[in-house]
């Protein structure tokens, strides 16, 4: 039986990496595998547990087959690694940090993944993301300009859409991710 696909996306700054890195044990162990993206990023830049590769590197491995989904976005081009085909097919729930402008590309080579957008409150997007202090001053405009065209835009308010808040503490957003994929915490051995 095939997994789910879960797609997790929301503003830069909402906290994707956050949850995802917060939850991956409670997801490994309610047999959810969390992929790692092939991103163009410099390798110096905080971020992620990315792979990070040249633009030459990304299309040539795009070009073999390598991605699954593959997109660009914020100057960077990202790849979903082809794996997550076997993991599906093998019965594993997947995660994937993925791409609100990619979405219905998405739902066309996987038309049940789960869309799951994370929001935070506008305030604190800003904050976040210079506090963060990966991108520039101007990068960060930038992602808040992306950002505010996908507030504009209805398109990504379909129903089918899972939202999950991460105004709060992180703790809370993981529980009410895992409460949605009707996984719950290991629980405590100690
Ligand atoms: N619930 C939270 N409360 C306070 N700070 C948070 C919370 N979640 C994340 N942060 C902080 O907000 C910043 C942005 O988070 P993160 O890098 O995880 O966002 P992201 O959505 O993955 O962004 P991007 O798409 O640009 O990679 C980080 O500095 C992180 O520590
Ligand atoms: O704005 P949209 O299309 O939702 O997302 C664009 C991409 O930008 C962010 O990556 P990062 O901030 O470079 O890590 C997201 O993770 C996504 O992959």
Redesign the pocket.
Same mark, same amino acid.
């Given at each position: 039986m095939d997994g789910r696909l879960i797609y997790l996306m929301?503003?830069?700054?909402?906290?994707?990496?956050? $949850?995802?890195?917060a939850a991956r044990e409670p997801l490994r162990a309610g047999n959810c595998e969390v992929v790692r993206r092939v991103i163009t990023r410099s390798a110096e830049s905080v971020?992620?547990d990315a792979i990070e590769v040249s633009r030459e590197e990304f299309d040539r491995r795009r070009a073999k087959g390598d991605f699954a989904l593959s997109w660009q976005a /914020?100057g960077l081009s990202y790849g979903i690694p082809a794996r997550i085909d076997q993991w599906l097919a093998d019965g594993r729930d997947v995660l994937i /940090?993925g791409s609100r402008a990619h979405l219905a590309e998405a739902q066309q080579r996987y038309p049940t993944l789960l869309p799951v957008l $994370?929001t935070?409150k506008d305030e604190?997007l800003r904050e976040? $993301?210079l506090?963060?202090g990966?991108e520039s001053p101007a990068e960060i405009e930038a992602?808040l300009h992306r950002n505010a065209l996908f507030t504009a835009d209805d398109s990504i308010g379909d129903t089918q859409i899972r939202r999950l808040d /991460?105004?709060?503490?992180?703790a809370g957003?993981v529980a009410n991710l895992l409460k949605l994929l009707n996984l719950s915490a290991k629980p405590d051995q100690t």
């Open positions: 929301g503003p830069s700054g909402s906290g994707k990496d956050s $949850l995802i890195e971020g992620e /914020n /940090n $994370l935070v604190a976040r $993301l506090r963060r990966r992602r /991460n105004s709060g503490d992180l957003t």
